[in-house]
């Protein structure tokens, strides 16, 4: 079965999260997805991925969009979210809650909750510009 695939661009406004979560959670629970991914994995990994893309990636300029790409079958979803910033190194975020510091800082917990709650996440730099971070979540049996 081919999968199914949403695009979208969104302009850089974290008012615009709410409503690309809940399509991609639609998807999810047509293709039956466990109620634990649909509830709290996909929604709340994709909400950090695409705060840092609005916030940190974009800088919320208005003029910037972020684009998002799902892909799902009935093996895995793969989430796309792209911004038009700089880019950034994923590793230099590879902190957690229990770091020395971890109340002071601000940053990184989103990371932290991407990579627990998703099966893989990546980060790359796209073609032209552009920051790229890939979470994959497969279905479990």
């Given amino acids: 079965m081919s999968p199914d695939r949403l695009d979208l661009a969104i302009p850089s406004d974290v008012g615009q999260i709410e409503r690309v979560v809940d399509a991609v959670v639609a998807r999810c629970h047509a293709h039956r997805y466990p109620r634990r991914a649909c509830a709290l994995n996909v929604p ?73 709650l998703m099966d893989h996440v990546e980060q790359f730099v796209a073609p032209g510009s552009g920051n790229v971070v890939r979470m994959t979540l497969r279905r479990s049996a």
């Fill in 44 to 116: 709340v990994a994709l909400t950090e991925a695409l705060a840092n893309a609005i916030v940190s990636g974009n800088r919320e300029d208005a003029g910037k969009r972020v684009h998002v790409c799902a892909s799902i079958d009935d093996r895995q979803l793969v989430l796309e979210v792209r911004d038009e910033g700089p880019g950034f190194d994923l590793g230099a975020h590879a902190w957690g809650p229990d770091a020395a510091d971890a109340h002071d800082r601000e940053d990184g917990r989103g990371l932290f909750l991407m990579r627990r």
